[in-house]
């Protein structure tokens, strides 16, 4: 574990440290764990079905705003979900419905660290440990995820919601043996319940054992004829074993029952293709693209179709973005490969070496904020004062929004003696994160020492709403009441 302290110089030898942040190391891409930002303040006007609005103004319960919240989250309108779950949750505090809600439209809108913040405090049951679980994931703080998950599984070894979470993110991670494991033994335990097929069946197509997996889903396709899911699951199958006569019939019905299904778009598009339907294709790869899917193989595809179609500039063009994609996927990879062997040497106390890696990951992917950070913490372990200031200014161009980018920066401005600097960086940091106490005792620390005494008194009571039992906030009050 590394750690970022603030420490609080006063007058005479006065010495205390106000603020700090445990930064954990990860599998993967390394990745912090950032301060959160505070809910959406001010949203914009929200404007839900007349029928659920009219209900939360004559009976303002916590099931009135809970179901004006859902249909928010199902309409993708996330500020608007928070802001009424949060009114659910002044009614109703201990309200499952309203936390689960609230949980997910923060994660729709890439507040990860705050459902991390608050979920990893409370006390948690099936639904809530799969919201933490996926913000844990979104983060790509993948242990952390699997920790959660494996913990509640102890207590609902049988769950189909935390079994099927569990073994995606192992087949995520590529723990392609672990996911096979647990999704089989939930298939033997449960026989008869569909959706514990599902997960085998699906694990075993993701794994590639197609011999195992296209009895399954025959199997399960008879007994449940018009789900979408399974019809592309059997449609993807058959594809793989070239049988796409059949396939093209299962997946044209998934797309029937599913239209904004990317992946039976994707399926159908590919198999299209394969069947010489080059304008069929077309359309469905086009609209797979539009849906979402981003991958090289789905553009080389198109390119292919559109020049049989005669659209040779089209085809050039679907050409470039998968030459181009494959080196994006290339650069990830390295990436990858790099920040892991840059952590592990960390770990083993060589930071010149996981500097060195980070520099290599850094280049493989040039925007990346998390990257330009890490790199900026092996460097201060080194006492490379340069190079660490220089990236975590790689890291805030990066990501403008890095509030633990701006906060390093500003410790390393007012450990210089530049408090005005460090006051500039503080600032932003709690213009991302007002919810945090501790962003703001740091930069009441540095408004105190550039004996702007009216402002961090105001900092420190911001500081004290939040939390009104933190220590570090309620000394620096003392010491600013005795200074005015």
Known sequence: MIEDRLCFTGSGSLKECMFTFPMHIKSGIVLSFILSASLHAGA????????????????????AYVALGAWFNEHHQA???MDAFQSALKIKPDSEAALDGLAKAQIASGKYDAVIRWLRAARLDEVLALDL??????????????AVLTDELKNHPDSDGLTGALVSLDTHLSHYAAAISLAEGLAQRKPADIEAQRIYLRTLVI???????????????????????????????ERKAGEYPEARK??????????????SRMNLGLVLAQLKDAAGAKVQLEKAIELGVDEPQVHFELSKVLRTLG?????????KIFQQKLKEESDQSLAVLKATQAEEAAKAGDNQKAADLYREACAAQPNSAVLA????????ELGDNAGERTSLGQAIKADPHFVLAHYALGYMEFQSGNAAAAEEQFRLVVADAPDNA??????????ATESKIAEAREAVANALKLEPDNAAAQGLRTKLDAAQ
Do not use: M
Not at 250 to 260: F, H, I, Q, R
Not at 311 to 319: I, N, Y
């Open 373 to 380: 950070y890490r790199l900026s913490l092996v460097l201060g």
């Open 133 to 146: 679980a996926a913000a844990y994931r979104k983060a790509e703080l993948f242990d952390d995820a699997a």
């Open 44 to 63: 914009a006007a929200c404007s839900g079905p007349v029928a659920l609005e009219l209900r939360a103004q004559a009976h303002p319960d916590a099931g």
């Open 438 to 447: 501790q962003a703001w005792v740091s930069l009441a620390a540095a408004l």
């Open 311 to 319: 659209d040779a500039e089209g085809s050039q063009q679907q050409l």
């Open 250 to 263: 299962n997946l044209e019905e998934a797309v029937a029952l599913s239209p904004d299904d990317l992946n």
């Open 207 to 237: 794994t590639g054992d197609y011999e195992k997996a296209e009895p399954l889903g025959r199997k399960l396709l008879d007994k449940a004829p018009k789900d979408a899911d399974l019809l592309n699951l059997n449609g993807f199958i």
């Open 79 to 81: 500020d608007c979900a």
